[in-house]
């Protein structure tokens, strides 16, 4: 198998303007929701601002004109009170609008996002989920995601009604006093330098924190699946040090990206109450040196809280801040998978229904025939030709390895006939289940030839080929679902008579039958409920209900006890008749009716020949069989 890549790549923040552009293309859909936000967020903005410049106004235009004139005007101050209650109450309710709207968009985008990269998964090489763990691989799917949604349904409407409220104050404070402005532009420029320091150190250890938690996912996730193996070696100690290691590493990365983050807001806060002091001694000897000429008393108390307004969405944008670089530091792992390679298929030749007519033409057919046959486009002429399909399968002088300079077969020579058994024997690691991945094309090889039918199988597109081949493997994977689903999962079409008589030609409907509900028993945590050789008798009807004219079975019967294996055997035996057939087997005995026996050696076939024929020759194979040494 390939290496596995160390758990976290690595991989550093590489361009987070980009990533938030390309994040944003994923809300054009929304547009006119977005513009509706925007408009609502101003109105709130105003809203604030309105009510922060109440009291002053209240004090220049209503309560000092009356205590000069001696007379009192409670309506005129009524009338205002009312108009700015109104204000209120309309900023109350945009808010809650734009925020309710931003949840909709949010979830939309997180959706969109998911089936993106759902889909993209779909297309990956086998060799990506060979090299990351399946830990890191959902984290992005669960807590980089996460990070994403809370961006859009809170940062970026928190960003953008702060950033339009500081428009608003900002106008609102140059026309109320331009000189204390100045003042104020010096002690909001040490805010922001303060705060671009921290949010810059924060950044690249939230990125170290997502690529730590996708480390912790990926050992928790292992462990989980395999907490048997644990506790037979009684490994829990040893388990819980790595484990603290990991999580140690994912401790520290959190503590020092939250520590500056967390220091910000108190930072800022002191920061505000000192430009607030430096304003109130300025304004005071501006009004009183001037004699309320330059500035009125009531218009220093609106400065005065408008500063404070003004310093609030500084302090929200800073806060928020943190949360965005955490969530493109989330999005650049979502990226990256999007990002990756997908599965090269250049096949042209498709795999369809077909009719043979006693004079051998075949015709394609809209129906299940039983037959199959190769379509052949030719753009040439634009006329098709058809090959039928009948499990001639050659191997020549193929060579590969899954990383360069690691070779794992060499110059590998074989032939199936249509209908013939090809066994592969040999230890761990001699390359016999590399030779079935490279039949399905789960990995290309690199050089050599590999014809299915005499076309060359990289003609083929990979998942008609991969429809013609059935699969059996010694790891037997069961879905949450019903017994009757997964066996229909070979065959999606397939009708429950078709799957029950998959499962009476596997072995299998005896016991099903004698399941609590039968065929519609559900199934959870991979058929933790049922047997091992319960297991694979329903993954060998799932091969059978599909009913493919090529058969791969790797190691399937070799976890599992001598009575169970009879059985098993008996439903293989049923499931082979009349197909092209590759075993691998760690037991002789399931073999030694094989056409041909392939004894593999470090990537090299040493032996080939029947079982008779091998044991004549008196070599590896016949000293396998008579135990002179055994397979490991």
Known sequence: ??????????????????????????????????????????????????????????????????????????????????????????????????????????QGTQKVIRDEMFAKMQKLPLRYFDQNTAGNIMSRY????????????????????????????????????????????????VIVRVTTFVVGRSGKYFLQQQQALGKVNGYVEELINGQRVVKVFNHEETCKEEFDQLNEELCQNAYTAGKYANAMGPINNNLGYVQYAVLAVVGGLLVVLSGNKLLQLGALMNFMILSRTFNMPIAQISNQLNAIVLALAGAERIFDLMDEEPEADNGYVTLVNAEISPDG??????????????????????????????????????????????????????????GQKLAFVGATGAGKTTITNLINRFYDIEDGKIRYDGININKIKKPDLRRSLGVVLQDVNLFT???????????????DEECIAAAKLANAHDFITRLP?????????????????????????????????????????????????????????????????????????????????????????????THEQLIAQKGTYYQLYTGAFELE
């Open 1 to 106: 198998m390939p290496p596995v890549r160390p758990r976290g790549d690595g991989r550093k923040a590489r361009n987070p303007k980009k990533t938030l552009l390309r994040l944003l293309s994923y809300m054009r859909k929304y547009i006119p929701i977005l513009v509706l936000v925007l408009i609502c967020i101003g109105v709130t903005a105003y809203a604030q601002t309105r009510s922060s410049t109440a009291l002053g106004n209240l004090v220049d235009d209503y309560l000092l004109p009356m205590v000069a004139s001696g007379q009192a005007d409670f309506a005129a101050i009524g009338q205002f009170l009312l108009h700015l209650a109104a204000v209120l109450v309309l900023g109350v309710f945009c808010a809650w609008l734009y925020n309710f709207l931003m949840v909709s968009v949010a």
């Open 142 to 189: 669960t807590s980089d995601i996460d990070t994403l949604r809370q961006m859009v349904s809170q940062s970026i409407p928190q960003c953008a009604s702060s950033i339009i409220t500081l428009v608003v104050v900002s106008v609102k404070l140059i026309t109320t006093s331009w000189i204390l402005c100045l003042v104020m532009v010096f002690t909001v420029f």
């Open 361 to 418: 033409t075949v015709t394609e057919s809209e129906k299940r025939t039983g037959h199959w046959a190769w379509r052949h486009p030719h753009k040439a002429d634009g006329t098709v030709t058809y090959t039928e399909l009948k499990g001639d399968i050659v191997m020549d002088q193929v060579d590969f390895s899954y990383v360069p300079d690691k070779q794992i077969l060499y110059d590998i020579s074989l032939y199936a006939k249509p």
């Open 481 to 495: 679902g019903t017994v009757m689903e997964n066996i229909r999962y070979g065959k999606l079409d397939a009708t």
């Open 517 to 609: 509900e039968g065929y519609d028993t559900m199934l959870t945590n991979n058929g933790a409920r049922l047997s091992q050789g319960q297991r694979q008798l329903i993954s060998i009807a799932r091969a059978a209900v599909a009913d493919p004219p090529v058969m791969i079975l790797d190691e399937a019967t070799s976890s599992i006890d001598t009575r169970t294996e009879r059985l098993v055997q008996q439903g293989m035996d049923r499931l082979m008749e009349g197909r092209t057939v590759f075993v691998i087997a760690h037991r002789l005995s399931t073999v030694m009716n094989s056409n041909a026996i392939m004894v593999l050696d470090h990537g090299h076939i040493i032996e080939r020949g």
